[in-house]
């Protein structure tokens, strides 16, 4: 398919083991901010579920995940036919284009939205329409510009993606904008809320849209245990939606996508309230960490609801992304977004906050 040829893969973040192989590097010196993860790791109870299931890894896993289900179902007040299970939800995403896209049809997403939105769309032969970001005059610089959005719906337009908050601009939608949205949103086009950062954010005005699924019949609400539970390794996350949708989903999701530790550790993860708790509260002082350190050297950044922070370097960001992994310190350019001059810079924890912070002063 030409739509495939033509398709520029999504670009990871740079291993660690990569980076010291490459600059003969020690490895356990190395500092990663560059793909947003949980820098305390997954939750202790989780540790303790997935080295139990090691007894099981010879048996195939729960195709449906019922005790995950289970779990979710009680904590989101949702039903357990409401919940489809991915690989992360990544893949969550890639079979909402899967069921609800193709050649003829559309799909709308905001200028420096995630990545993975455009490269789903083309792989299934859609097209994408690019809705321009906010300038910062009505709204938050590079955020979401839900008006702008609706007025790229098009009459073969299907499903409409909303990162929120966004990576990788840290931006959100309010809650008021973003039910504003999907009242004038028509019935037939399915509106995608990716909320892969949801429990990082703390702003009182930040819409939790999982309560809005019997209100909007076309609503999807993905989620992942990639980020705040520590749990990217595993690759599990999953999508809310009526029984309808994820009937659909589940119907061309693959057998057994979700691996059984992936399956018990998220399980365990769910009920482990401190552990979040402490996600949240070293994401709040890194987060603090950072802005400081920007302000200082007069570099200006996004304001970030996530747990990480994309920074105008002043400069070709590609050239302080080199220099900085050869102080041993892996952050993210963002130059595919449209953004030459940015890094993104996950947060750490203080130490590796302040590594970076240092190894950015030696560079620049």
């Known amino acids: 398919m030409p739509a495939v040829l033509d398709l520029m893969p999504y670009q990871p973040g740079k291993p660690i083991e990569s980076l010291a192989r490459e600059l003969g590097l020690d490895a356990g010196k190395i500092v990663k901010l560059a793909s947003n993860e949980n820098p305390l790791g997954p939750s202790p109870k989780a540790l303790a579920t997935m080295q139990a299931s090691l007894q099981e ?53 905001s200028q420096y939205a995630f990545a993975v939105y455009p490269i789903s769309v083309q792989a299934v032969g ?12 009505r709204g938050p610089a ?7 959005m609706l007025d790229q719906v098009a009459e073969n337009t299907t499903v409409i993606f909303i990162a929120n908050p966004n990576n990788p601009t840290g931006t959100y939608v309010t809650q008021t904008e973003l039910g504003n949205f999907l009242q004038a949103l028509p019935e037939r086009v399915i509106a995608v809320v990716d909320e892969a950062y949801f429990e990082y954010v703390e702003r009182g005005d930040y819409p939790d849209s999982c309560q809005w699924l019997s209100r909007f019949p076309n609503l999807i609400v993905t989620r992942t ?62 987060m603090v960490q950072l802005e400081e350190a920007f302000e200082r050297r007069g570099l200006n950044y996004i304001p970030s609801v996530g747990n990480f922070i ?29 953004m030459p001059r940015h890094l993104r810079v996950s947060v750490g924890t203080r130490a590796e906050n302040q590594t970076f912070i240092d190894a950015l002063d030696c560079v620049l």
């Open 126 to 137: 859609a097209e994408a329409r690019i809705a321009p970001a906010h300038d910062g005059r």
């Open 57 to 109: 890894v010879a048996r195939y896993p729960d195709g449906n995940g019922y005790l995950l289900k289970q779990k979710l179902a009680e904590k989101l007040n949702v039903a357990m036919d409401q919940i489809t299970l991915g690989n992360g939800s990544n893949d969550v995403l890639d079979l909402i284009a899967r069921v609800f896209l193709g050649p003829g049809r559309s799909a709308v997403f």
């Open 225 to 286: 245990f990639s980020k705040a539970y520590g749990l990217a390794g595993l690759r599990i996350g999953y999508a809310l939606s009526n029984p309808q949708l994820a009937d659909l989903l589940n119907r061309v999701r693959q057998p057994f996508n979700v691996n059984g530790m992936a399956l018990a550790a998220a399980a365990a993860a769910i009920e482990d309230d401190d552990h979040l708790r402490a996600s949240r509260n070293i994401n709040r002082e890194g």
């Open 310 to 338: 994309t920074v105008d370097i002043g400069r070709d960001g590609d050239l302080i992304f080199q220099a900085l992994l050869r102080e041993g310190v892996i952050v993210r350019p963002v130059a595919n977004y449209g």
């Open 142 to 148: 590079y955020g979401h510009d839900m008006t702008a």
